[in-house]
């Protein structure tokens, strides 16, 4: 099975920026889509961001389009979140996901079946 493991959480004023990455354990990028949710305390896990580029798809929450950017380098399995102008409401437990979705679906949680351990990001005011 793939394992995913994520690292770049951090600590950070708002406006700042962070760079979180996801590393594969076999190639996924090409085959599979690739998310980011998250989650914080007391809040259920919620879509940040994904892409399919087999599909030549892309999707962001509403939430943090414009401000966060997915990509993907098949060369080193890896899916990175660029999140610039953080705000303290993007504070939660980020969470990589991977899953033979299809682009109708690429947003929901229950399209993918292997996730990470999850990064805290914090963003203080």
């Known amino acids: 099975q793939v394992k995913l493991v994520e690292s770049g959480g951090g600590l950070v004023q708002a406006g700042a920026s962070l760079r979180l990455s996801c590393a594969a354990s076999?190639?996924?990028?090409?085959?599979?889509?690739m998310a980011w949710f998250r989650q914080a305390p007391g809040k259920e896990r919620e879509f940040v961001a994904a892409?399919?580029?087999?599909?030549?798809?892309?999707r962001y929450a509403g939430s943090v389009k414009g401000r966060f950017t997915i990509s993907g380098d098949n060369a080193k399995n890896t899916v990175y979140l660029q999140m610039n102008s953080l705000r303290p409401e993007d504070t939660a437990v980020y969470y990589c996901?991977?899953?033979?979705?299809?682009?109708?679906?690429?947003?929901?949680?229950?399209?993918?079946?292997?996730w990470g351990q999850g990064p805290q990001v914090t963003v203080s005011s």
């Open positions: 996901a991977s899953g033979r979705v299809i682009v109708s679906s690429i947003a929901a949680k229950s399209a993918y079946g292997v």
């Open positions: 076999e190639r996924t990028i090409s085959r599979y889509g």
């Open positions: 892409i399919k580029p087999s599909a030549g798809s892309i």
